[in-house]
Structure formats: C-alpha cells, structure tokens
C-alpha cells in the first residue's frame, strides 16, 4: 500500500518562501510520476508542478513558473515543492500526487495548508 504524507505547510509573509515535503512510502519514488496540485477556498484543484519517473522532465503551472521548482530525493523518497515570492493568491490546501509510471490508481496525500498573508 503507498501512502504519501505531506509536510511543510504553513503561515507565510508576502514575498516569503516555503519548502513542502511529499514522503512516499510503500514503492520507490522512480515509479511515480509525482506532482503537486493545490485547491483554494471554494475553488477547484488545480495542477501546480510534476516530475517525471526518471527525474528528467519537468513542468510547472504557468503562474509559478520561475518562482517554484519540485526536486526530489530519491534515497529519502521524498518530493519537495519549493515555493518562493509568495503572494496571497498562492494561500491553498497543497497535495501531492503518486502516479504510478507504468499506470493504474494515483495516489494523493492527505493535503498541507500554505496561507500567505499580505
């Protein structure tokens, strides 16, 4: 059973950074390809940045483009979505995503609350 827990979350500044931390357990992390989504009061989730399972290939929101990046670890199996310039637009519940390279269920983390204050 894979299971994702996010950590990282939290009360930032305008203009702040954060460093969130998606840990997979269960599989090891070249089988994914990972990624982060967020959803914000009343609105939909939303597709944020994703890695591939080989590391090689990125792709970024275009409105985060420049400001996050999602390296990972894979000897600590473990994704991270850093986050800089934060502005209040950014304040959302953020998930992390385990989509199993060679197909089949996705699996999401339990969610990290970013709330950026101006």
């Known amino acids: 059973q894979v299971q994702l827990v996010e950590s990282g979350g939290g009360l930032v500044q305008a203009g702040g950074s954060l460093r969130l931390a998606c840990v997979v357990s269960g599989r090891t992390l070249s089988s994914y390809d990972m990624g982060w989504s967020r959803q914000a009061p009343g609105k939909e989730r939303e597709f944020v940045a994703s890695?591939?399972?080989?590391?090689?290939?990125?792709d970024y929101r275009y409105s985060v483009k420049g400001r996050y990046t999602i390296p990972r670890d894979v000897a600590k199996s473990t994704v991270y979505l850093q986050m800089n310039s934060l502005n209040p637009e950014n304040t959302a519940i953020y998930y992390c995503?385990?989509?199993?390279?060679?197909?089949?269920?996705?699996?999401w983390g339990q969610g990290t609350q970013v709330t950026v204050s101006s």
């Open positions: 890695i591939n399972w080989s590391g090689s290939s990125t």
């Open positions: 995503c385990a989509d199993p390279a060679a197909g089949g269920e996705a699996f």
